[in-house]
């Protein structure tokens, strides 16, 4: 295996050695395929590639301080994938499956997962494609599970920095009764323009409100909202938004550190109020923001004076990522060992 510079990996696709393969036809889903094959051959008018017939997933593997190497929570990216196949009637694996084809794809890429002392980890999209030929919108019956992955680096090199965001009232990122709340493409695709737009104007995110009303926040462009304030975690509940498995884990680290854990309406003014607030995803864990601008109503929120995350924010990040490393005992389940 060449010899991989691990501190300069950044988050990006990195050619590993294998990759793993479901195809489902004829009503049922084949045996795992294992292959080094970096491509995917499909009809011309695949569903996936006219109608937006794709969702995926995010999830890490990680080499820890005991040299284990530890998958986090994927039979909760495995429930998410199935609740996102049922919305765009795909046909949807077993949590079983896809816990099995992750396991196998970290296996037959483990010289990919990097040092533990490096911060990198082992980066999993598990991606569900329709490839049923049409060319009418209809359900399909004939889909490719894929798993493949990358090693990434560490989201934040030298230390987590706060970043800048920006409220954009100019698009919304999903519709109520749509598809915000599963984990397919077209969500992405949309969230573009406003992202584009965002970093035109020195920022690094968007911050999404809810398109009924633009009077309560919802999530940023790939990750969920959260905000403390009076010993609170305090995290936008609604039907449009992506249910973040990085969001539901730091919600039970701070409750099990003795803080009171809310899921609910935010108004926008309530932004004012809190003493810390972030991003949260599989990529960074926890991206704590400076400030955030709503240039409509000539407002700037601001959390962090000096670009540092709060301490609390700090606490769940050091926590959440002491237990993927096995620095800190798995009390909850949510390990799966690879070996």
């Not at 889909?143 to 698009?171: E, H, N, S």
């Not at 730091?250 to 004012?272: H, K, M, S, W, Y």
Request: glycine share 8%; with cysteine; aromatic share 10%.
């Amino acid at each position: 295996m060449e010899n991989i510079k691990w501190g300069e990996l950044g988050f990006a696709y990195y050619k590993t050695a294998f990759n793993v393969r479901y195809h489902y036809a004829n009503g049922q889903w084949s045996q795992m395929q294992v292959t080094d094959d970096e491509y995917i051959k499909m009809h011309m008018s695949a569903a996936c590639l006219h109608y937006g017939l794709e969702i995926f997933e995010g999830l890490k593997a990680f080499r820890g301080v005991d040299g284990k190497v530890r998958l986090f929570r994927p039979d909760e990216n495995a429930k998410r994938m199935i609740n996102s196949a049922n919305r765009l009637c795909l046909p949807a694996p077993t949590v079983e499956q896809f816990v099995e084809g992750c396991v196998e794809c970290v296996k037959r890429n483990l010289d990919f997962v990097p040092p533990y002392e490096t911060g990198a980890s082992l980066y999993l999209r598990p991606t569900l494609l329709g490839t049923k030929t049409c060319l009418g919108v209809r359900a399909v019956d004939e889909a490719d599970l894929i798993i493949f992955c990358a090693p990434v680096g560490p989201y934040f090199k030298g230390g987590m920095a706060a970043i800048k965001a920006l409220i954009m009232r100019d698009q919304d990122r999903a519709a109520p009764r749509g598809t915000g709340d599963v984990k397919v493409g077209g969500n992405y695709a949309s969230s573009i323009w406003s992202l584009e737009e965002a970093h035109r104007k020195g920022f690094s995110n968007v911050l999404y409100l809810d398109a009924a009303t633009h009077s309560k926040v919802e999530e940023f462009g790939a990750a969920n909202f959260f905000g403390i304030k009076n010993n609170t975690y305090v995290t936008p509940k609604s039907a449009s938004i992506l249910p973040s498995i990085t969001n539901k884990s730091l919600r039970q680290i701070a409750a099990d550190l003795g803080l009171t854990v809310e899921e609910r309406d935010i108004p926008v003014e309530e932004l004012a109020t809190f003493e810390e607030a972030g991003a949260c995803g599989t990529a960074a864990v926890i991206s704590p923001i400076s400030y955030i601008d709503d240039p409509e109503k000539n407002k700037r929120y601001t959390f962090s004076e000096d670009g540092k995350p709060g301490p609390i924010s700090q606490q769940l990040y050091t926590k959440l990522r002491n237990i993927q490393y096995g620095i800190e005992p798995d009390t909850h389940g949510w390990i799966t060992i690879v070996d």
